[in-house]
């Protein structure tokens, strides 16, 4: 059990730091979608690398969970924390705009990220 948190901990302090290169020139080309995701799996059967990778895509997804875009639970503890701290509930249309807001940036991301995946299949 120690050695699985210290190499989750570890999995996710080094996401975390590479999390700031996507937002470079060339982290940005390297974003993948769901063929990205199929191709860190190896080719042939390996209990132990599909459980790593498992966990990898596992912790990467409760991270990713938690960040403040108003469609996921991150925009939503962000939205409560907003509440406690000023006492009063942001208005439903405005609640209803940022979920409209946080729901484009995801979408938009899948498409890039997934065009991606299909633009290196067909040209590289």
Do not use: C
Request: aromatic share 16%; net charge positive.
């Amino acid at each position: 059990m120690p050695a699985g948190i210290s190499e989750g901990y570890n999995t996710l302090a080094n996401y975390v730091k590479g999390l700031s290169k996507i937002f470079t020139k060339e982290g940005v080309k390297q974003l993948g979608g769901f063929g990205a995701i199929g191709s860190l799996f190896p080719a042939s059967w390996n209990w132990g690398a599909f459980w790593n990778l498992t966990a990898l895509l596992s912790v990467i997804l409760a991270f990713m969970n938690i960040l403040p875009i108003p469609a996921l639970d991150g925009g939503h503890v962000a939205f409560l924390l907003y509440e406690i701290v000023t006492g009063r509930k942001p208005s439903d249309k405005f609640l209803e705009y940022a979920q409209i807001t946080g729901m484009i940036i995801l979408l938009t991301l899948l498409v890039y990220a997934n065009g991606n995946d299909i633009f290196r299949y067909f040209f590289k």
